[in-house]
């Protein structure tokens, strides 16, 4: 079992050539959002270009994407016709996924049946290297042969993985190891357990990340983890590294805000210590 530090690190974020060029380090499909909550795919989208993306474009029913256009002139935003996702975004939201190089979904999207059936049948048609978090954890549940041989992430807390298993983690880490292999192996994909100490697994390769601050409750800290962990895959990071990495970076930090702000931070706090995570692997 490995254990994930900062060296891992540095075989992604490796000097980039002096030519590099927009588009060399991925464009990030967000979809996620809905008539009450916008905030899950605007911190999906702030906390990867924080982590290296190139571009990030948030496919969102109306008011959640003009709200989250005012967030930062950097995202760019496509409003879906409604106040949710629907089986008639279905093609619209297929078309925008051929032009980008790995998705996020769920966050802000609620559990209406619909809804959750939409995301199923975009799972199941997608081609691209997708992290499933939140309310998509809640539809791929019901269909879970649809992660099968796809270059999936999911990263569930432990009610999450309960509504994914049937099984419902306790604190012991020799248990939720043994659980999130067992359940990575069945359904063939990577999972990302978020907790105290994370544990991620594919089914043949385990690692355990230990960065992290029992101050990290806040909303929003988990939408940061699927937006780094999303910025990796775009720039076509392997699923178990980018997991890997995406937690050390979520937990660090988390570790460095939690120690400026304690009882009083937040999501948007976390987003601002990302660049120090990332160039503390360079020294």
């Known amino acids: 079992m490995l ?45 990867a270009y924080r982590a290296g993306v190139d571009l990030v474009t948030v496919a969102a029913p109306e008011r959640a994407a003009n709200i989250i256009a005012s967030f930062a002139p950097d995202i760019i935003t496509y409003p879906l016709k409604g106040d949710k996702l629907e089986k008639k975004h279905l093609k619209e939201i297929l078309d925008l996924s051929l032009r980008k190089t790995a998705c ?4 802000g999207l609620g559990r209406d049946r619909q809804t959750l059936e939409t995301v199923v049948e975009f799972l199941k048609e997608v081609n691209l290297p997708c992290v499933i978090d939140a309310d998509a954890i809640h539809a791929v549940a019901e269909q879970p042969k649809i992660l099968e041989n796809k270059s999936f992430v999911i990263t569930p807390h432990s009610n999450e993985f309960f509504v994914l298993s ?37 089914g043949r390769m385990t690692a355990i990340n230990r960065t992290g601050s029992p101050m990290m409750t806040k909303g929003g800290m988990g939408d940061t983890l699927a937006g780094i962990c999303g910025a990796l895959l775009a720039r076509d990071v392997d699923t178990f590294t980018a997991a890997c990495v995406a937690a050390y970076i979520n937990g660090s930090a988390g570790e460095l805000a939690s120690e400026k702000f304690g009882e009083s931070v937040t999501a948007s706090d976390l987003i601002k210590e990302i660049p120090k995570v990332i160039a503390d692997t360079k020294k």
């Open 166 to 202: 049937g099984l419902h983690p306790t604190t012991h880490i020799n248990e939720r190891v043994r659980y999130t292999e067992e359940i990575a192996r069945s359904l063939k994909t990577t999972i990302l357990l978020k907790g105290h100490i994370d544990v991620i697994s594919n």
């Open 104 to 107: 996020v979904i769920g966050g």
């Open 3 to 47: 254990g994930v530090n900062k060296n891992l690190l540095k075989a992604v974020y490796q000097k980039r050539d002096e030519w590099s060029r927009k588009y060399n380090f991925g464009h990030l499909l967000v979809i996620g959002g809905s008539k009450l909550y916008s905030g899950s795919p605007a911190f999906n989208a702030l906390a």
